[in-house]
């Protein structure tokens, strides 16, 4: 779940400590086996609220609790965003999947259950069924963005670095959202520091500037989430409040994963 910049409020950075870690890399399994089983699930005909139903009963069923299930009023264990919705849809009983549609799907999970548990959140773009080849594209490149930010990522890096090198892939191919941002996690969902998927060098806001030279540190918990557009980066929020569409309502791709940051590399645990 993903954190706009212009509303966020989070908490400082952190470092964790190694029964912390264990935790969040449990978090992390529940949630890669909730993904995996939702995935498995996803055909034509299939609600969005089905789905959110798969994913939760496949995280308590191992443990864990869904950790967007009640954060800041939200009533589901997913975001399930269909085609030109970004992030943050809401599944719904008539919310039914067709043909060549796609759906982004991010979850997060707590375990342990309740005080004292650790945060894990994810999100992936799927096919339902047959779908274009330029809806083709977009996931895969979408999922590339990830690849590019991490590669070489380490303890010392400054957080802009991930924007940059994602923006230098792009290289004006495609949309990058440039209001709603990665995060830090743990304790909770949310956590500082913000990491933005773009290069916030040419923003000129000082406050964004500052933020992207935060360097990462041994023991922290990132989410990193670049979420991509086939046409403009523009988007708006949706009636319903959560939901986030592109302006010119083409399709929308997101990809997240949870990762902690060593001195010498990165562990994706999702």
């Known amino acids: 779940m993903t954190v706009n910049y212009v509303r966020h409020t989070l908490i400082p950075v952190k470092s964790y400590t190694e029964n912390q870690l264990n935790y969040v890399r449990e978090s992390g399994r529940i949630l890669s086996g909730a993904l995996s089983t939702v995935a498995k699930a996803i ?3 299939i609600s969005t609220f089905e789905l959110d139903s798969i994913a939760e009963r496949y995280i308590r069923d191992h443990g864990g609790e869904p950790s967007f299930k009640g954060y800041n009023g939200f009533l589901f264990s997913i975001c399930a965003s269909i085609n030109e919705e970004c992030i943050h849809g809401i599944p719904g009983k008539n919310r039914v999947l067709s043909a060549g549609d796609i759906i982004s799907v991010d979850c997060g999970v707590r375990y342990p259950k309740g005080k004292g548990g650790m945060c894990a959140d994810a999100a992936r773009t799927f096919a339902v069924g047959k779908i274009s080849d330029e809806a083709c594209a977009l996931i895969k490149v979408t999922e590339e963005c990830f690849k590019v930010a991490v590669k070489d990522l380490k303890a010392g890096d400054e957080v802009g670095t991930i924007g940059k090198k994602i923006e230098a892939f792009i290289d004006g191919r495609y949309g990058i959202i ?22 916030v060098t040419a923003s000129n806001n000082h406050k964004l500037e500052k933020i992207a030279g935060i360097r990462l540190t041994e023991g922290m918990i990132i989410c990193i989430e670049p979420m991509i557009n086939l046409g403009t980066k523009d988007v708006k929020l949706a009636e319903d409040g959560w939901t986030v569409v592109t302006l010119d309502g083409r399709i929308a791709a997101h990809y997240e994963q949870t990762l902690i940051i060593h001195n010498d590399k990165v562990e994706i645990v999702t």
């Not at 440039?178 to 290069?199: A, N, Q, S």
């Open 43 to 45: 055909k034509p005909g």
């Open 178 to 199: 440039d209001k709603y941002f990665g995060h830090g996690t743990g304790e909770r969902v949310h956590e500082e520091p913000l990491i933005p998927h773009f290069d």
